[in-house]
């Protein structure tokens, strides 16, 4: 048999990921929801667990407030059509 290989969950966010709170929820996005949980249970850095709360509350509760927060976060906002068609800047 093959030797499993297993890593161990970060309890904190990495140091190059925690230069804006948005950095933050990027990188934890693109986790594991099992990174995610464990960031938020065991961090002692307060912005790293809000960051991994919202995380959490979009993706695991009937939270609109909280998908949309994230949402805007990652995306940068809305905006109206007439907006994006005057900027020429549609996306293909």
């Given amino acids: 048999m093959g030797q499993e290989v297993v890593r161990k969950?970060?309890?904190?966010?990495?140091?190059?990921?925690?230069?804006?709170?948005?950095?933050?929820?990027?990188?934890?996005w693109n986790q594991r929801m099992a990174v995610v949980q464990k960031i938020f249970t065991d961090?002692?850095?307060v912005r790293d667990r809000m960051a991994a709360t919202l995380v959490l509350s979009s993706t695991m509760l009937p939270n609109l407030a909280?998908?949309?927060?994230l949402l805007q976060r990652l995306e940068g906002g809305a905006a109206q059509d007439?907006?994006?068609?005057?900027e020429d800047s549609l996306p293909i």
């Fill in 9 to 28: 969950l970060l309890s904190n966010i990495p140091e190059e990921h925690r230069l804006t709170d948005d950095s933050r929820l990027e990188w934890l």
């Fill in 43 to 45: 961090t002692n850095n």
């Fill in 66 to 69: 909280s998908i949309e927060l």
């Fill in 82 to 86: 007439v907006v994006v068609q005057e």
